[in-house]
């Protein structure tokens, strides 16, 4: 029988990990369930990471998915569709990916009674300490739909205040790349068939061209340094 790795909460809200063994996922959470452990993380024993006894957890959602299921699934809640049908309403229509198993998870806990909050704050790599106290507040006041609105709005802007990061960092990185390939091109290639000039005119040169020249030269016969030098060593 296949072993799983978990991670779990406890009803009093500690975390515990350990190994199961168990047919499937499923009947691992089932059988964690039963001894009062809410799952967290299951995966085969198998995929645990680097000797370090910790699961290989999958990727994250995008920021601008995240958003997006927020919006939606308030305004679903907005419809006074019922959490779990708009959650599954949700997994239903969302293509396959990251962000659908996340749902069918999400859903599966709330099947077995947990809170919203609760079963999305069994997907940390998904959603902030911040996402999770605002929908638990939301929960608690009973105006969910009006928080995952702000959250989706809050999203929304981050996203697009990244995206005017990226853009405006975009050009001076693109200004050095063109910038460093133009010089090593002048270097490699032009400045060799100028020093052929000075050299044979026999005139003193100033110190920056000599330098120049130098670099020149150092590239020139040495680039395969370059390609053979060394990363540094990895800190652990």
């Known amino acids: 029988m296949p072993t799983f790795r978990y991670s779990a909460f406890k009803a009093g809200g500690n975390e515990v990990a350990g190994t199961i063994e168990a047919a499937n996922v499923n009947e691992a ?8 452990l809410y799952a967290r993380q299951i995966a085969p024993a198998d995929e645990v990471a680097g000797g ?5 957890f999958r990727k994250k959602v995008g920021l601008p998915e995240l958003s997006l299921m927020t919006r939606r699934l308030a305004t679903l809640l907005g419809s006074s569709v019922p959490v779990y049908e708009a959650i599954a309403t949700l997994h239903d229509q969302e293509r396959p990916g990251e ?5 069918g998870r999400v859903r599966d806990r709330l099947a077995e009674g947990t809170s919203l909050a609760k079963a999305l704050a069994a997907e940390p790599q998904i959603f902030s300490d911040s996402y999770i106290g605002m929908v638990s507040a939301g929960e608690a006041s009973g105006a969910l739909e009006v928080v995952l609105e702000r959250l989706a709005e809050f999203l929304e802007d981050q996203n697009a205040i990244r995206s005017k990061i990226v853009t405006s960092l975009a050009y001076p990185i693109l ?4 910038g460093t390939g133009v010089m090593l091109f002048l270097l490699a290639f032009v400045v060799p068939k100028i020093v052929t000039v000075f050299e044979q005119s026999k005139a003193a040169l100033p110190l920056i061209t000599v330098i120049l020249i130098k670099v020149s030269s150092l590239l020139r016969q040495g680039w395969w340094l370059l390609i053979i030098m060394p990363l540094p060593p990895h800190s652990h």
Do not use: A, F, I
């Open 99 to 103: 962000l659908r198993t996340m749902l």
């Open 175 to 178: 200004m050095v790349v063109v």
């Open 29 to 36: 959470r089932q059988r964690l369930k039963k001894d009062g």
């Open 52 to 56: 370090r006894g910790r699961m290989s």
